[in-house]
């Protein structure tokens, strides 16, 4: 890594970037004050007729499928044209995209616009590289490891650096791949928090001059926080509070706790 997670996150919270964050109805109140107490700014901006040009002044745009309609979808390509008009980058979530044909349809469209980064839990990154999974819904039935050889395709053929989040994290831009531990069991249980590590990811972009970096320090930060928050917590609902003081209390020396190993990717 050529800019580590202890230097970015010093670089994020010295210039707070502006994070337009296109992410689904559940999950908007909880990513904007994950995204605060991490040091971003966010800002929940998808109508079309104002996505692109707010764009242009973002950091970088985030773009979640969750909860997915027409007009919702024409406010993430006119976000994402503001993005590549301005030389932004822009993270892409795909929730839940094996479920239906519409979000087949719809993610796949997505991913033609080039994403930085591809943020999503196994069920999710299998279905983006053509295998088979065993994801219900928006839950992930399938284990990391079986997504990383199709990670390592998605990241070859898309050009985006595709994080793998689950027990433990797998980051690959199709060249180079690391495994990030740590976080807590509690976690799965709070909804939502994977839909704002995707927004995390875009604040990270908005300041790192390297993709892969950039997915590997956010994820870092959640890890570490998670771990964090889970001393003294006595379940899910205790775990929350105690981990958005975690992402805002964790200091830029803490994110070495994270372990974060290089994985050998094949030729």
Sequence with gaps: ????????????????????????????????????????????????????????????????IGTLSPPFVAGMRAAIRGAQGAGRPWVLDPVACQATSYRREVVQALVAEQPMIIRGNASEILSLAGEASRGQGVDGRDPVAAAEVGARRLARSSGAVVAVTGEVDYVTDGTRAVRIEGGS??????????????????????????????????????????????????????????????LASVTPAELSRAVIRDAAVPA
């Design 1 to 64: 890594m050529n800019q580590t997670p202890e230097t970015l996150l010093t670089a994020l919270r010295a210039t707070p970037p502006l994070v337009q964050c296109i992410t689904n109805y559940v999950a908007m109140n909880i990513a904007a004050n994950v995204m605060l107490a991490a040091g971003a700014s966010p800002a929940m901006v998808s109508d079309e007729e104002e996505a692109e040009e707010f764009a242009g002044i973002a950091g970088a745009v985030t773009v979640n």
């Design 185 to 246: 069991p509690y976690m799965p249980m709070n909804t939502a928090l994977g839909c704002s590590l995707t927004c995390l990811c875009g604040a990270y972009a908005a300041v790192a001059g390297d993709a892969f970096d950039a997915a590997v320090s956010a994820l870092a930060h959640f890890a570490v926080a998670g771990a964090q928050a889970h001393e003294g917590a006595k379940g899910p609902g205790s775990f929350a509070p105690r981990f958005l003081d975690a």
